[in-house]
């Protein structure tokens, strides 16, 4: 398991673009046969990936975590953006298709990654956070989730938002999970930019090929800073940081929160006029 330790709202002003991206993002995701897992200083949550090959991957249990089984006192977010897959939780097996997502709740002991074919895997994204109270694991269908079509094609960020893991949805201890889809000529996302200090967000991108970029803009309003971000790689978004983005074309980004609430109108918007 690696570890991000990400910089204050000091230090990350000072510092270059190679110490900013080992701060703040997490990279090395999605690697064939392998399951990665970075334990993160930002409220303890634990980013990582499951591409399943032939064998049953299971979720670790590290020295660090201190605990029998990896969900021993945390849940687990997972959304699958590649091939048909199973993903099989104390027994009970669930067809994972694309863009479906999974709860697994607090004291899952048995936690089994599967892909319905090796030519075109499975890809989970986990994401996890520490819990305070045990709920049932839940299947969420793509078409299942509360979807929110925002923006427009005019300001470059007509999108689908997607939310899945949610209130009203699925019960949680404190994890919020969906994904947002730009629509073909819009590049950008999370417009107006905002901050919400009661959570943090995780963002791992995707659905964009290797001539493409995503540029993540991060830090304080009058202080911003920007990240390169290729397919597949994460940010880490502090409490006090802004987050949006734009890219070279369209993208999708899944979107994790962590925090004391589960409100998604709880933000703070910033005025683009004020951004420096």
């Known amino acids: ?31 064939p046969g392998d399951v990665t897992l970075c334990y993160t200083d930002i ?13 049953s991957p299971t979720l670790p249990v590290h020295r660090e975590l201190a605990s029998d089984f990896f969900a021993q006192r945390r849940e687990i977010g997972a959304i699958n953006i590649g091939g048909a897959g199973k993903v099989t939780v104390n027994g009970e097996t669930f067809d994972v298709n694309n863009r479906d997502s999974l709860y697994i709740g607090r004291g899952s002991k048995d936690v089994e990654f599967r892909s319905d074919s090796t ?24 078409a299942d989730a509360r979807r929110m079509d925002l923006g427009s094609l005019e300001e470059s960020n007509e999108r689908i938002i997607h939310q899945s893991i ?3 949805i699925v019960d949680t201890c404190q994890i919020v999970m969906g994904f947002t889809q730009l629509a073909p000529g819009s590049v950008w996302n999370t417009m107006p930019p905002h901050t919400h200090r009661r959570r943090t967000e995780i963002y791992v991108y995707f659905d964009h090929d290797e001539s493409s970029n995503v540029f993540h803009f991060m830090g304080e309003p009058n202080e911003t800073r920007s990240l390169v971000v290729r397919n597949g790689e994460a940010v880490v978004s502090p409490s006090w940081s802004l987050h949006c983005a734009a890219g070279t074309g369209n993208y999708t980004f899944i979107w994790g929160m962590g925090g004391e609430n589960q409100e998604f109108d709880d933000m703070d918007h910033i005025d683009i006029k004020t951004l420096r």
Do not use: C, W
């Open 1 to 31: 398991m690696e570890f991000l330790f990400t910089a204050d709202r000091d230090r990350y002003r000072r510092m270059t673009t190679s110490e900013l991206r080992e701060s703040y993002m997490v990279g090395g995701m999605f690697v």
């Open 119 to 142: 030519d075109n895997p499975a890809q989970y994204y986990i994401l996890s956070y520490p819990a305070h109270a045990a709920y049932p694991t839940k299947l969420v269908r793509q």
């Open 166 to 168: 949610r209130p009203g």
């Open 43 to 55: 409220d303890r949550a634990i980013v990582g990936s499951a591409v399943p090959l032939g064998d």
